[in-house]
């Protein structure tokens, strides 16, 4: 696997706490993204970041901020958890840009808010 | 918006065939595409890619062939093993989509029987 690291892999909380997922990277890569999975939408795009302290929204970014400081973390903070968050985020790392370059996934978190 | 979708959910194959799984995007301007395999419980892991100014590209085992006129695009595994079982995306990235980042299709599921 590419030296990605999403901490941690599983997480249970409760509606209405914040809660921040982290991705480490060892690659150096400029691209960091957040998606989420969910059964019946593949993966859709949170936010994305393509240099420190630089991030874009993707497609599904309501109810999520990200923040990078280092190249090698990008977080994902849900403000508020809602039930509708339940599902499996992805972290994913790209050399320069997935219009160029594949991209490489971590292990996945699974967050479960009831 | 843009979508990438795969014409099956499921598709059965005997150890030792061809698999042939299907992906249409509906996207004109996507000029890089990106099968990934995705194994139950683990991130998505980056198989093969082909550019827009390509049609065909070969690994090992793995064939994609990209159909521009009709906006398809197919993967095909050789000699189908018990270990390629698993979820197979299609993604498809252009310069219009936010940071370059890859669209996904919904999957298929690839079952491979001994």
């Known amino acids: 696997d590419a030296g990605i690291t999403q901490s941690p892999r599983h997480k249970v909380t409760e509606t209405g706490t914040p809660v921040t997922l982290r991705c480490h990277q060892t690659e150096n890569h400029r691209y960091m993204y957040w998606y989420r999975q969910d059964p019946g939408h593949g993966l859709r795009l949170i936010h994305y970041s393509y240099g420190v302290k630089d991030t874009d929204k993707g497609e599904v970014s309501d109810g999520y901020s990200v923040s990078r400081s280092k190249t090698e973390d990008f977080l994902l903070t849900l403000e508020s958890a809602t039930s509708s968050q339940t599902s499996v985020y992805f972290c994913?790392?790209?050399?320069?840009?997935?219009?160029?370059?594949?991209?490489?996934f971590g292990q996945g978190t699974r967050l479960t808010v009831v | 918006g843009e979508s990438v979708g795969l014409h099956l959910p499921t598709l059965s194959v005997q150890e030792g065939d061809n698999s042939i799984i299907n992906c249409a995007y509906s996207?004109?301007?996507?000029?890089?595409f990106i099968w990934y395999k995705q194994e139950s419980g683990k991130g998505p892991q980056f198989i093969i890619d082909?550019?827009?100014?390509?049609d065909k590209r070969q690994g090992q085992r793995v064939t994609v062939l990209l159909n521009k006129t009709v906006k398809h695009l197919s993967l095909q595994i050789a000699a189908t093993q018990p270990g390629d079982s698993a979820v197979y995306f299609c993604a498809e990235s252009s310069p219009s989509q936010a940071g370059t980042a890859l669209i996904f299709g919904k999957g298929t599921t690839l079952s491979v029987s001994s």
């Open positions: 082909i550019r827009s100014n390509m």
């Open positions: 996207n004109s301007a996507s000029d890089y």
């Open positions: 994913a790392i790209s050399e320069s840009g997935t219009g160029n370059t594949e991209a490489f």
